[in-house]
């Protein structure tokens, strides 16, 4: 079955550290994926996403990712975090054989002033 | 603001019950997924309607249901409520349906099972 692995659950970085976040996911041909954000007490939102074209995406608020076909990851990274990037931060990838997107278990980011 | 509408924001009943969530996409959207975010399953996903139908489903309990409605809101019912059920329950939308475009998120429904 397809799936989408976070492996770190919970990153606790200084500001100004860089940031990078684990998501492998399955194979099941053709993917698409996605990473969203959910501030705290709010909804989730798109970050960036991947269909073709240059594996090295870049989202708003200077995030980017990286499509590493090889490897099946898509690292989230930020080279310089600030506090309101206090986050959970969830990868997605949605299958052209499926009908639906999976989520991995997310991560959280919380960011010491 | 995503422009996803969900009401209401917080339910507390007790074990046993049967609440409705609703739901309201943006404007010009087709499709409706729903969403269970708890703490021990993370997100997972429901079910999703395309104008009406049923398009794919998830990990959705038989003691689970929902519709969309010809003006394209949703409702998911909730029914013989356990105390596992208590989480977040989130509606998205997206145009036409694919799930590989975008979804768009609303604030979720925060159901507690006393």
């Known amino acids: 079955a397809q799936s989408v692995s976070q492996h770190n659950h919970h990153v606790i970085l200084s500001e100004a550290a860089s940031l990078e976040l684990g998501c492998n996911y399955s194979?099941?041909?053709?993917?698409?994926l996605f990473w969203y954000v959910q501030y705290p007490g709010q909804h989730l939102q798109l970050l960036l996403k991947?269909?073709?074209?240059?594996?090295l995406v870049k989202g708003i608020k200077g995030f980017e990712a990286e499509f590493i076909k090889s490897k099946f990851s898509f690292n989230l990274r930020k080279p310089s975090v600030q506090w309101s990037d206090t986050a959970e931060y969830f990868c997605?990838?949605?299958?052209?054989?499926?009908?639906?997107?999976?989520f991995g278990s997310g991560t959280r980011l919380s960011i010491r002033p | 603001d995503s422009g996803v509408t969900q009401t209401p924001k917080h339910l507390i009943t007790a074990t046993g019950q049967r609440v409705t969530l609703r739901c309201s996409p943006r404007?010009?959207?087709?499709?409706v997924y729903w969403y269970q975010q708890s703490l021990d399953q993370g997100l997972q996903f429901l079910i999703q309607?395309?104008?009406?139908?049923?398009?794919a489903k998830g990990n959705i309990l038989e003691r689970f249901s929902a519709q969309q409605f010809p003006d394209l809101h949703s409702e998911l019912n909730l029914s013989s409520l356990e105390l596992g059920d208590s989480a977040l329950y989130f509606c998205?939308?997206?145009?036409?349906?694919?799930?590989?475009?975008?979804?768009?998120f609303g604030p979720g429904t925060r159901l507690t099972v006393l």
């Open positions: 991947y269909f073709s074209g240059d594996p």
């Open positions: 309607y395309y104008n009406g139908e049923e398009r």
């Open positions: 194979y099941g041909g053709t993917v698409n």
């Open positions: 998205a939308s997206n145009k036409d349906g694919p799930t590989y475009n975008e979804q768009f």
């Open positions: 404007s010009g959207d087709l499709s």
């Open positions: 997605a990838a949605s299958y052209s054989s499926a009908s639906k997107i999976i």
